[in-house]
């Protein structure tokens, strides 16, 4: 059972864009910054989106990231079949003090 | 070029221990931390604690406490992980992460990942 809640799974067609939610509460998302990762099957996480909504050096910016209150989206438009992943968010817990993971979405771009 | 390698994959028996390096290459670790991650096959990503490479502080997940070390050498810009006490839920792969230091613990999140420790326990 993660800490942050997220869908596991959601599909959309090329060109199209969808958002990945990601729930917490006041000891994580409410009280923190959020981060997003992507991970492609059989490598390891890559980070997408650092405090809340900046793209590291190299991401597009078809890569968005938003947060309000508790809760947290990461969009990302103008999808392509190699942005077929697995996304999680992540964040600092205040109460557990330490990092904590949403359990994934995984994307399919049909 | 800039990355965190690691060691390589592991096979253990229930009970036994296994130490995971990550080398930093192309930079420095004095101003990162190392978080280490483990994701059990299948499953996400689970966070296990992290080591301030300067002090050598650490802090564990309660999880793992007593069962987990973490330590770091600058000298070699290399930081490793034992687990002792493996069990078969302990089978998982394991990555070594930077984190740069700030007052805000993860503002500028894990922006990069060694390439993972296959690590399994079996009889």
């Known amino acids: 059972q993660s800490v942050l809640t997220q869908p596991p799974s959601i599909s959309a067609a090329p060109g199209q864009k969808v958002t990945v939610a990601c729930s917490g509460s006041?000891?994580?998302?409410?009280?923190?910054?959020v981060s997003w990762y992507q991970q492609v099957p059989g490598t390891a996480p890559k980070l997408l989106i650092y405090?809340?909504?900046k793209r590291p050096p190299g991401i597009p910016d078809r890569f968005s990231g938003s947060k309000s209150g508790t809760s947290a989206t990461l969009g990302i438009t103008g999808l392509q079949t190699g942005d077929e992943a697995d996304y999680y968010c992540?964040?600092?817990?205040?109460?557990?003090?330490?990092?904590?993971f949403g359990g994934g979405t995984q994307l399919t771009v049909l | 070029q800039v990355q965190l390698v690691q060691s390589g994959a592991e096979v253990r028996k229930p009970g036994a221990s296994v130490t995971v390096s990550c080398e930093a290459s192309?930079?420095?670790?004095?101003?990162?931390?190392i978080h280490w991650v483990r994701q059990a096959p299948g499953q996400g990503l689970e966070w296990m604690g992290w080591?301030?490479?300067?002090?050598?502080?650490?802090h564990y997940q309660q999880k793992f406490q007593g069962r987990v070390t973490m330590t770091a050498d600058r000298s070699i810009s290399r930081a490793s992980l034992e687990v002792t006490g493996l069990t078969s839920d302990d089978t998982a792969v394991y990555y070594c992460?930077?984190?740069?230091?700030?007052?805000?613990?993860?503002?500028?999140?894990?922006?990069?990942w060694g390439q993972g420790t296959p690590v399994s326990v079996s009889s």
């Open positions: 080591i301030d490479t300067m002090t050598d502080a650490t």
């Open positions: 192309g930079f420095t670790l004095n101003i990162y931390n």
């Open positions: 992460a930077r984190v740069e230091v700030t007052a805000i613990p993860l503002i500028l999140g894990m922006d990069l």
């Open positions: 405090d809340d909504d």
């Open positions: 992540g964040t600092w817990d205040t109460s557990l003090n330490g990092a904590v």
């Open positions: 006041s000891t994580n998302i409410g009280n923190s910054y």
